[in-house]
């Protein structure tokens, strides 16, 4: 890709699902997005904007040098790990890379002057959400992370907070609530190994080129006893990272903003539209409650209009199923990693 004279912007973990999303809209909202990744859970192929440069986060020097060669001026930063059940079985590994990835990500930045940042960070920072679980979550809701993944993104929020008041850093962390869905266009889409989101779940169940579903409980206090969550379109979210990074902000500031749509659906409603996607029902099953699951979890969004300017443009339940299912009916990318799982249907 020709950069020409467009500000080069660094997206760490760039390779993954959001940060492949986010690449194409900062390629089209007229940014040179340079994806620094190690490939370990990412995929070479959604590389399809900018330039790549492989590397993992840990390497202060790697990323030092990618800033430098590349002129950059600002970093979207994804790169880390994400598995909650994995941060229970693994926490000091989770904290090594989510934390000490970042502390290296910043002295890269300090190192070559570079002084705007915005962070991945997530809902998991509330932890069970809010009082009774039906209430949207503001940004001043109690932090009580559930999980160490959680632990991580709060303790990332603090050092990037203390960052910005000692050294002038401008920084926006982005609390996401349930990314979903893929690119209109089936170019980029979601591809975890192993798959645990309940969209690309209940299509591959729904499509036979997966186990029926587990509904796991049905008697939380919602309006149908399935567990509520704020559904994102993956577009909209990197909408957002675009708004989060033009912004403008005085240099030293640290703002952290919920991304999401206001509104909850729950388990069964997500099932269902699945099933009206495909033109059949789900095969699921009702299985127990997992431990700590929140009844609901749903973002208080207005302090993304005040601060950002943005609202979700694409992300109605409907949607979101129809994108994702376009997008998991696609020859897969991945040198196969994921191939052998994905549906082998097609959808006429």
């Not at 994995?86 to 002295?107: K, M, Q, Y």
């Not at 509330?126 to 991580?152: C, F, H, M, N």
């Not at 309940?198 to 169940?205: F, H, R």
């Not at 704020?230 to 403008?248: C, F, G, K, T």
């Amino acid at each position: 890709m020709d950069r020409g004279s467009k500000p080069a912007v660094l997206v760490t973990g760039g390779a993954g699902y959001i940060g492949a999303h986010t690449a194409k809209a900062l390629s089209e909202r007229g940014f040179f997005p340079v994806v620094f990744d190690s490939l370990s859970s990412g995929f070479r192929e959604a590389v399809r904007w900018g330039a790549f440069v492989h590397g993992d986060i840990r390497d202060t020097r790697a990323l030092s040098e990618a800033l430098a060669e590349h002129g950059v001026k600002a970093v979207i930063h994804f790169a880390g790990l994400i598995e909650v059940g994995r941060s229970v079985a693994e926490p000091d590994l989770f904290w090594e890379i989510n934390v000490g990835g970042t502390v290296s990500l910043i002295t890269a930045m300090r190192e070559r002057g570079v002084g705007r940042l915005v962070f991945s960070s997530s809902a998991a920072v509330y932890g069970q959400g809010g009082r009774g679980g039906l209430e949207t979550i503001p940004e001043a809701a109690a932090k009580t992370p559930a999980s160490p993944y959680g632990d991580t993104k709060l303790a990332c929020e603090w050092m990037i907070g203390a960052q910005c008041r000692a050294y002038g850093l401008t920084a926006v962390a982005l609390r996401y609530f349930n990314a979903a869905g893929a690119d209109p266009s089936g170019l980029i889409g979601e591809a975890h190994e192993p798959e645990t989101h309940l969209i690309p779940l209940a299509i591959a169940a729904g499509l036979g080129a997966g186990k029926p579903l587990t509904v796991f409980g049905d008697d939380f206090d919602t309006p149908d006893g399935t567990c509520l969550r704020d559904y994102i379109h993956v577009n909209d979210l990197a909408a957002a990272h675009v708004a989060a990074l033009e912004v403008e902000l005085p240099a030293g500031v640290f703002e952290a903003v919920n991304v999401g749509t206001g509104q909850g659906r729950s388990v069964r409603e997500v099932v269902e539209a699945v099933g009206r996607a495909i033109g059949a029902p789900v095969p699921h099953s009702i299985g127990a409650r997992r431990a700590g699951d929140p009844p609901s979890l749903v973002a208080d969004v207005s302090r993304a209009r005040e601060l950002l300017g943005w609202t979700p443009q694409c992300s109605s339940l409907d949607r979101i199923v129809a994108d994702a299912l376009r997008w998991e009916t696609r020859p897969a990318y991945g040198s196969g990693r994921r191939a052998s799982n994905r549906p082998k249907k097609t959808i006429g």
